[in-house]
């Protein structure tokens, strides 16, 4: 039986790259969606949430394609840190991120004839100090305003700054593709 198709309900470049060395034929549909979520919940229960909530946006319009919806954050000492507002806020964040491990959680939510197939992964991520010198010139030169915790792992600042990795790479980057090949199999 032939996959079902899939639709990228994402903009992410590192998520569309991450399928495509995957091997995975898909296309990218975006919507609006609000991000907010109950305070109550935990990280792991936060990234789901919001997976989900992205997918419901296309619930009502999307039979036989697979919906593939996902969230990243980046938790460090129990605080979330989303996408920096700015760039003295991206560069705040990384000087709390230097020298002490984080959290990465991807939720990740595959809605398929109506039916919510719902995920998560955490990878802890260690990085090294950080002078701040090396945070301001990363910020300014790459500009991670769409990044969870301000920093992409596959740029500068993760191949000088990050020491090790427990779990996923690929989690960190934003799609544990390890998981998302044995879910969508199971579909």
């Known amino acids: 039986m032939n996959q079902p198709k899939i639709i990228l309900a994402s903009k992410s470049p590192r998520r569309q790259e ?46 036989d394609e697979i919906v593939l919806t996902a969230d990243t954050i980046v938790c460090v000492n129990n605080q979330i840190l989303g996408k920096p507002e700015n760039e003295v806020h991206a560069i705040e964040m990384l000087q709390t991120l230097s020298g002490r ?55 500068r600042i993760g191949l000088i700054g990050i020491e090790r990795i427990n779990g996923s790479y690929t989690n960190v980057v934003g799609l544990p593709t390890e998981k998302l090949h044995r879910e969508l199999k199971k579909l």
């Open 18 to 63: 991450l399928l495509k060395l995957m091997d995975i034929e898909f296309h990218v549909v975006l919507k609006e969606v609000d991000e907010s979520y109950p305070e109550e919940l935990s990280p792991e229960e936060i990234a789901v949430y919001i997976a989900e909530k992205k997918a419901k946006a296309f619930d009502e319009t999307v039979t």
């Open 101 to 155: 491990m984080h959290q990465v959680i991807t939720g990740v939510c595959l809605l398929y004839k109506h039916r919510y197939h719902s995920f998560y992964d955490v990878s802890e991520v260690f990085f090294a100090e950080l002078s701040d010198e090396e945070i301001i010139s990363y910020v300014k030169e790459y500009k991670p305003f769409d990044k969870a915790g301000s920093y992409g792992i596959q740029e």
